[in-house]
Structure formats: structure tokens, C-alpha cells
């Protein structure tokens, strides 16, 4: 089955700062992987996706993540955070029938 | 750009009480989905429907849930008996085909009291 673990529970750093946030997955297949943000009352917006092309994905607001199957690692990354990165943030793993299993999130905080 | 819409924003009923949540997803998006998240928890998966049927549900999605698409344009969910433990956000998502990204509403908060 599949499964995804997000290894930090809450993230802060400082603004202008190098962002990581970790993510192991477990799949029985070749795995589609996703990263969403969720800011305070706001629904879930894609960040970025690896569906088996180049492990290096590039997503939206500067951020990008590195599929790397030999660690089963999806770990997000962005090299100067700003405060307006501050949210939640999900990685998601497909099963083989497109269902999501979601991680238990990781809270971003950004301080100035 | 095109977005998934949900309906209302807020929603509380007492136990017992009959809801619907209502969703728009996307115009030319074929398959859709519920998830659901309780406070503190994760998001689960509830249920994916597609060409007017369940393709999946989770053992969640028992006999008090249901799914529906009544027009050509708007996705429900209905929970027939609320209880207190269906308190959550409730997301709506849809995909334009099956394997591809879902995109989702910015969700239901439900309120059981």
C-alpha cells in the first residue's frame, strides 16, 4: 500500500533563508507524487508533481522538490524563503486507482 | 483560469440532521472526488466518482454517505444522519482524466453539534 511520511511536524526559518521540508514515501509501483500548500482558510493548492519524467521538478513560487528513488525521498526544497510561504504544506502519493494518500502535513513558519 | 468551487463555506446542523455539500468542479474535468479532513488529522480519501458512478470508496464512506451528480455542472455529497465525529473540512476534487492531477475546492467546513 501505498504511504507517505512527512518528517517534520513544523518547519520555521527566516525569511530569505533556505526552505526543506521532508517527505519519504512508500509505493508498490512507480508512484505520481505531489506536493500542495494549504495557507489559513484556503482550500489546497498544487505546488508541484513528478509523474516519472525528470526527477528534478520545478513548481510554482520558487519551489522545487527532487524525486530520488533509490532514498524514497520527495523532499521540497526553496532557496530563500519569503513570508508569504507561510502555510501547510502536504506530500501526496497516487495509488495505482488515483486516490491521494495524503502526509500529516508540515507547518512552514517564516519568521522575519 | 478554471476552479473548483464549493458550497457554503461553513455549514453547522445538529446530530441527526440531513446535510448536502455541494461542489462545481472543473467544466471539462471528468472525474471527481471527496476527501475529508478532521481537525489535527490527515486528509483522507472518502470517495472518486466517475460516468455517473462510485469508481472507489474508502470504509469511511459508509451507507450514510452518499454521492451525487444531478446536472450536468455540480457534484454533492450527502450525509444522511449526522453524527458528531463527521465534523471536518470536506474537500471537493476533480481530474480531467484519471491519472492526472486533482484539483481541489478550497472546501466545506462541517460543524455537527
Known amino acids: 500500500a501505498q504511504s507517505v511520511t512527512q518528517l517534520d511536524s513544523h518547519v520555521s526559518v527566516s525569511e530569505g533563508t533556505p526552505v526543506l521540508l521532508r517527505c519519504n514515501y512508500s509505493?508498490?509501483?512507480?508512484?505520481?507524487l505531489f506536493w500542495y500548500v494549504q495557507h489559513p482558510n484556503k482550500g489546497l493548492q498544487l505546488l508541484l508533481k513528478?509523474?516519472?519524467?525528470?526527477?528534478l521538478v520545478k513548481g510554482i513560487n520558487g519551489f522545487e522538490a527532487e524525486f530520488k528513488k533509490s532514498e524514497t525521498s520527495f523532499h521540497l526544497t526553496k532557496p530563500s524563503a519569503h513570508m508569504s510561504d507561510a502555510a501547510e504544506y502536504f506530500c501526496?502519493?497516487?495509488?495505482?486507482?488515483?486516490?491521494?494518500?495524503f502526509g500529516a502535513g508540515t507547518i512552514l513558519r517564516v519568521k522575519s | 483560469e478554471p476552479e473548483v468551487t464549493q458550497t457554503p463555506s461553513h455549514q453547522v446542523t445538529q446530530m441527526g440532521q440531513e446535510v448536502i455539500l455541494r461542489c462545481v468542479p472543473i467544466?471539462?474535468?471528468?472525474?471527481f472526488y471527496w476527501y475529508r479532513q478532521i481537525l489535527g488529522q490527515k486528509v483522507e480519501f472518502l470517495v472518486s466518482f466517475y460516468n455517473n458512478e462510485i469508481s472507489e470508496k474508502s470504509e469511511i464512506f459508509d451507507d450514510q454517505f452518499s454521492v451525487e451528480r444531478p446536472d450536468g455542472s455540480n457534484f454533492t455529497l450527502k450525509i444522511r444522519s449526522t453524527k458528531l465525529e463527521d465534523s471536518a473540512m470536506y474537500f471537493c476534487a476533480s481530474s480531467e482524466v484519471r491519472r492526472d492531477t486533482q484539483y481541489f475546492g478550497p472546501g466545506t467546513r462541517l460543524t455537527v453539534l
Open positions: 509505493s508498490s509501483y512507480s508512484p505520481s
Open positions: 513528478y509523474t516519472s519524467a525528470a526527477t
Open positions: 467544466s471539462n474535468h471528468l472525474y
Open positions: 501526496v502519493v497516487t495509488t495505482s486507482r488515483n486516490k491521494l494518500v
